[in-house]
């Protein structure tokens, strides 16, 4: 199997997992609001998307994609140390 085609398939996964969690934070008033939760799922795309770009060999969106990746951490982090 194909490297890039498990990416996309992993991104595939995320994207669902995302509809997921919106559609259950929606209907469970239990759980988190979804909007807690994007920090932590945009770290996650971002990382997945340097992989991309590391495999393509575009070393600059490399850099963007784990800068963006280290900003959702922080916004993540800030948001639990709140609570």
């Known amino acids: 199997m194909d490297v890039r085609l498990l990416v996309d398939l992993v991104l595939v996964v995320l994207c669902?997992?995302?509809?997921?969690?919106?559609l259950a934070?929606?209907?469970?008033?239990?759980?988190?609001?979804?909007?807690?939760?994007?920090?932590?799922?945009?770290?996650?795309?971002?990382?997945?998307?340097?992989v991309d770009c590391a495999l393509r060999g575009a070393s600059l969106a490399i850099l963007s994609f784990l800068a963006l990746a280290g900003i959702c951490h922080a916004a993540d982090l800030r948001t639990r140390l709140k609570r």
Not at 17 to 22: F, S
Not at 30 to 35: D, I, Q
């Open 16 to 22: 669902v997992e995302a509809l997921a969690l919106w």
């Open 25 to 50: 934070s929606r209907r469970l008033p239990s759980l988190p609001r979804f909007a807690t939760m994007l920090p932590n799922l945009g770290a996650g795309l971002c990382l997945i998307l340097a």
